[in-house]
C-alpha cells in the first residue's frame, strides 16, 4: 500500500501542474534541415513565440508597444499580429486563429496550429511544419535569373533611403483641431498618413513605419523614439491647421527653427499644446533647446529644406489651395529627429470651405499621391 505522502507528493504534482500552465518549454526550429536554434512555447506547447520564430528566420519586423502590435514578414507578405487578439493580418486580408494572441515578458505567444496553417496556405516559395518536439522550414531558395552588373554608387544610395517614417499627428484623446463640421484632425492625418503609406510600398523600394496606424494616443517624444530607433532616412508628420480667423486658408509645410514671426509661433504652440495631455505642461521648447535642436540637424538640415520645398510644389500641382510656403518653428515632435523631417499642414479645419475639401477622400487622396511625388523626387534628388 502507498504512503500517504506518495499520494500528498502526486497531488502536489497535478496541483502545480495546474497552477503553472504557461511554463515554458522549446521546440527545436529547422530551416533547410539544419538546427538554427529553440523556440520558447506556452501552454504545453499549444502558443509559440513569434519574437523567437523572427529572431530565427531573421525577418524585418516592427513592435509598436503603445498599441502591442508586432509587425514581420514572411516571402515578402506583411504579417500583423496584436496581443488579445484572435486574428491575424496577411497584407491586407484577416484571417481567425485558433486561439487569442498571448503576450507575456515582452513575447508575442500565437497558437502553433492554426498560426502555421494560415500561412501555409498563403505562402508559395516556403513551407513550414509543426511536428511534436519541433518546427521545419523550408525555403525554395531562388536562383537569379540573369547577373545583374551592380552599380555601387546607386546601391549606396538605395541604403541611405530606405525607411520612411509617416507620423500621423494627434490620435486617442488628442483630436487635435476640430472643425466647424466636427471633422477631427486626428482623423484626417490618420487617413492621408495611410494613403500615403499605401502608395509608398505600391510603388517604391521602401520600408514604411507608421508611428500610429490607428486612433490611439500617442507622446511626441514616443513618435520621435519610433523614428530614430527605426533608423528612419525620412520623417513626415502629417497635420491639419486651425486658426482663430475663419478665412486663413492654404498649406504650408515646416522646419524645425527658430519662428520667423508670431504666427509660425503660434502654429508650433498648438502643435506643441499635447504636452499638457501628457501630464508634462510647461516642456515646450525654450531658446536654448531650439539652438541644441539646429546644431544636431544641421548635418542633414538641407535634405529637410529640399524635401519641404518639393512636397509644396507637389501640393500645388493637385489642389486648389494657397501656398502658404515652408516656414521654420519649434516643433517638439521634430526636435530630437534624427533624419531629415518635415511637419505637413494640408490645410485649415478651422476654414469651413476647406473643412469641406478635407473631408472628401479623392482631395485627401490628391494630397497624399502629392507627399508620394515628393518623396520620390526627393530620393532621386539625393
Ligand atoms: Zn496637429
Redesign the pocket.
Known amino acids: 500500500m502507498k504512503s500517504f505522502s506518495t499520494y500528498l507528493c502526486l497531488f502536489y504534482i497535478i496541483l502545480s501542474s495546474q497552477l503553472f500552465p504557461n511554463t515554458k518549454t522549446k521546440l527545436k526550429f529547422f530551416e533547410n534541415k539544419v538546427l538554427i536554434g529553440e523556440i520558447n512555447t506556452i501552454q504545453n506547447k499549444q502558443l509559440f513565440s513569434l519574437n523567437d520564430f523572427i529572431k530565427l528566420t531573421n525577418s524585418k519586423n516592427f513592435t509598436n508597444d503603445k498599441t502591442e502590435k508586432i509587425e514581420f514578414y514572411i516571402d515578402n507578405k506583411k504579417i500583423k499580429i496584436t496581443n488579445q487578439i484572435a486574428f491575424i493580418v496577411v497584407d491586407d486580408s484577416l484571417y481567425q486563429l485558433s486561439s487569442k494572441v498571448v503576450m507575456q515578458d515582452n513575447n508575442y505567444y500565437v497558437p502553433a496550429e492554426s498560426f502555421f496553417n494560415i500561412i501555409n496556405n498563403l505562402s508559395t516559395s516556403s513551407s513550414l511544419t509543426l511536428k511534436t518536439n519541433q518546427i521545419s522550414l523550408s525555403r525554395l531558395i531562388e536562383i537569379p535569373k540573369k547577373i545583374v552588373k551592380v552599380d555601387l554608387k546607386n546601391e549606396k544610395k538605395k541604403w541611405e533611403f530606405k525607411t520612411i517614417v509617416i507620423d500621423a499627428?494627434?490620435g486617442g484623446k488628442d483630436p487635435?483641431?476640430v472643425g466647424y463640421r466636427g471633422t477631427k484632425?486626428k482623423d484626417i492625418a490618420l487617413d492621408v498618413a495611410k494613403r500615403l503609406e499605401k502608395k509608398l510600398i505600391k510603388n517604391m523600394d521602401v520600408k514604411v513605419v507608421m508611428t500610429r496606424d490607428e486612433d490611439v494616443f500617442l507622446r511626441l517624444s514616443d513618435r520621435t523614439k519610433i523614428a530614430n530607433e527605426n533608423n528612419g532616412s525620412l520623417f513626415i508628420s502629417i497635420?491639419?491647421n486651425a486658426a482663430e480667423d475663419r478665412r486663413a486658408s492654404g498649406f504650408e509645410t515646416f522646419l524645425i527653427g527658430r519662428s520667423k514671426n508670431e504666427y509660425a509661433a503660434r502654429v508650433a504652440a498648438r502643435?506643441n499644446a499635447v504636452l499638457e495631455l501628457e501630464g508634462i505642461p510647461g516642456q515646450a521648447l525654450t531658446g536654448e533647446d531650439l539652438i541644441q535642436a539646429t546644431i544636431a540637424q544641421s548635418g542633414f538640415a538641407i535634405y529637410s529644406e529640399t524635401f519641404a520645398d518639393l512636397v509644396q510644389i507637389e501640393i500645388k500641382k493637385r489642389v486648389q489651395s494657397r501656398d502658404r510656403g515652408v516656414k521654420q518653428a519649434g516643433f517638439v515632435v521634430l526636435a530630437r529627429a534624427s533624419m531629415p523631417n518635415v511637419l505637413v499642414e494640408l490645410g485649415f479645419i478651422s476654414n469651413p470651405s476647406e473643412e469641406k475639401k478635407l473631408r472628401s477622400p479623392q482631395y485627401r487622396d490628391q494630397l497624399a499621391t502629392a507627399i508620394y511625388r515628393a518623396v520620390q523626387r526627393y530620393e532621386k534628388a539625393l
Do not use: P
Open positions: 499627428g494627434h487635435g483641431a484632425e497635420h491639419t502643435e
